[in-house]
């Protein structure tokens, strides 16, 4: 077919057409809002750097919960800023810690709500790492006791799903086996499988007050550079018993939502993370872009390029507008 008997531009003419023909759609049930837990009552402070987004008090979570729920969003991510924080993290697999909390009063106030934590230890510990330190390096292997205690810790508060994000090697296997050893086989492990060192996670760092104190974390995440390393890491991490594999950042790493698409069967989460939630609202608050429109768009390219289900500091935004719709 060739023009003028074919026209592209026949489809595209009202917006009733183009729905009819839309190939990727967004739905709130495929979305997962962060949630930002802090010690006290009545706390609700704004996080400067992401403009929207707040640090909550356990007290406030019934509201939260009612909240989301009302846009047609199910999921919630809980990180958790302790009171104290120690060289060992203890403070993440506490009994009566602050995500532990914030799990049971979610359960209580909204059951239905998904309730997936995010199991690291960088904001419990002191020197801001994701694990155990020995002479000043993030040992492996003495990390994993530690995250399969704090997976199981979480699963006996009454969380849904758990989400380790601190990429040490084995991890998944560990925390897998912990949770099945205790009874707790049917809680899922979303693994953030393909965790890059990326630039864009700065305004969560102030959120989660978990800057590291010294060196970074490319040691352990992954160098940007990287195609076929992530295909590795997620491969392992199915072999341990991931399952749901998570890409992050997102739309900088568009191509590797795609290729594990390709590669894998298990469902694909996406993290639109803190750097790239904020670069659209700074560039929106200076009248540069739309940024509702860059909102959608960016979130539709990332289900365009595979993912199932998307963490986004946008979910009540997109929520609300796919209610206008």
Not at 64 to 84: K, M, R, T
Request: include cysteine; charge should be negative.
């Amino acid at each position: 077919m060739v023009f003028p008997e074919y026209r592209s531009r026949r489809l595209r003419r009202t917006a009733p057409l183009r729905a009819l023909v839309r190939e990727t759609r967004l739905s709130a049930d495929q979305l997962v809002y962060p949630l930002f837990v802090v010690p006290g009552k009545k706390v609700r402070q704004p996080v400067v750097s992401m403009p929207g987004v707040f640090r909550v008090s356990v007290d406030n979570l019934a509201a939260e919960a009612e909240e989301l729920l009302a846009l047609g969003i199910n999921s919630v991510i809980l990180f958790g800023i302790p009171e104290n924080k120690d060289g060992a993290g203890s403070g993440a697999h506490a009994k009566d810690g602050i995500v532990q909390r914030a799990i049971k009063q979610l359960k209580r106030s909204a059951p239905q709500l998904v309730v997936i934590t995010d199991v690291c230890l960088c904001e419990y510990t002191d020197h801001g790492h994701c694990g155990f330190l020995v002479d000043n390096e993030v040992d492996n292997d003495a990390t994993l006791e530690i995250l399969a205690e704090t997976a199981l810790s979480h699963a006996r508060a009454g969380a849904d799903m758990v989400a380790p994000s601190d990429m040490m090697d084995g991890r998944v296997a560990e925390i897998r086996a912990a949770l099945d050893e205790n009874g707790f086989e049917m809680v899922p492990i979303m693994s953030y499988a393909v965790k890059y060192a990326s630039a864009f996670y700065g305004p969560f760092r102030d959120a989660a007050e978990s800057t590291p104190q010294f060196g970074d974390r490319r040691g352990y995440q992954m160098d940007p550079a990287n195609v076929r390393e992530a295909l590795r890491e997620a491969t392992l991490d199915t072999e341990e018993g991931a399952d749901i594999l998570m890409v992050k950042p997102a739309l900088a790493y568009l191509d590797i939502i795609a290729r594990l698409r390709e590669e894998f069967d298990l469902p694909i989460a996406a993290y639109q993370v803190s750097g790239e939630f904020a670069m659209i609202k700074a560039a929106a608050a200076n009248g540069w872009i739309d940024g509702e429109r860059a909102m959608e768009e960016s979130l539709l390219a990332i289900r365009r390029a595979g993912a199932d289900i998307i963490i986004t500091y946008f979910a009540k935004e997109m929520a609300a507008l796919l209610k206008k719709a």
